[in-house]
Antibody, heavy 130, light 108 residues
């Protein structure tokens, strides 16, 4: 049974870079049938998609965060990661990693996209504060 | 940007049918996904690709989509169905993936 587990610092200072890792067990992240994504939820608020990475390293990001986000894979450790730079208090949130199994091929761009997440981690809280 | 619009709250009595809507301009071209999030828990997928139900999700959960609106229907809602429900979809260019603002379902 596939499981995802987020890990990383619970406290990050303003202007620094938030770094999180998602460790996947019970399945391989090297499969071309999934994207691996990050979603966050500020306290008391709704969900926000951050970005998703494919097995080949290609990524899609939320345009509102694109300039600050990087996602990557470490297939040797079966992990994928999120880096969010120049954080502010507005980045304080519960961060989830998740598997996206609903791939769609866009002939116009020649790219694959992930359209929905089926398995989620339990989330890790990150607070941005000095 | 792209937005999916949901009602903030829906309330039904146990055994009644709850309907939660999600409107978005790209829904005629893109699938809708629905997530249930109970207090203090991670979201759970309850409907994918408009109307498909993952294994383990009760049959009382169903989905439909017509034009620019997707609907999650809970037939015979139970007290344990109280939760926040979010729709999720992409825009027509595939640049944006967004969640709706969420709907708090109260069953009492």
């Amino acid at each position: 049974q596939l499981q995802l587990q987020e890990s990383g610092p619970g406290l990050v200072k303003p202007s620094e870079t938030l770094s999180l890792i998602c460790t996947v067990s019970g399945g391989s992240i090297s499969s071309n049938t999934h994207f691996w994504g990050w979603i966050r939820q500020p306290p008391g608020k709704g969900l926000e998609w951050i970005g998703s990475v494919y097995y080949d390293g290609s990524s899609h990001y939320n345009p509102s965060l694109k300039s600050r986000v990087t996602t990557s894979l470490d297939t040797s450790k079966n992990q994928f990661s999120l880096k969010l730079s120049s954080v502010t208090a507005a980045d304080t949130a519960l961060y989830y990693c998740a598997r996206d199994s609903f791939l769609r091929y866009d002939a116009t761009s020649g790219s694959y996209y992930g359209d929905g997440f089926d398995i989620w981690g339990q989330g890790t809280m990150v607070t941005v504060s000095s | 940007s792209y937005e999916l619009t949901q009602p903030p709250s829906v309330s039904v009595s146990p055994g009644q049918t709850a309907r939660i809507t999600c409107s978005g301009d790209a829904l005629p071209k893109r699938y809708a996904f629905w997530y249930q999030q109970k207090s203090g828990q991670a979201p759970v997928l309850v409907i994918y690709e408009d109307n498909k139900r993952p294994s383990g999700i009760p049959e009382r959960f169903s989905g439909s989509s017509s034009g620019t609106m997707a609907t999650l229907t809970i037939s015979g809602a139970q007290v344990e169905d109280e939760a926040d429900y979010y729709c999720f979809s992409a825009d027509s260019s595939s640049e944006y993936r967004v969640f709706g603002g969420g709907t708090k379902l109260t069953v009492l």
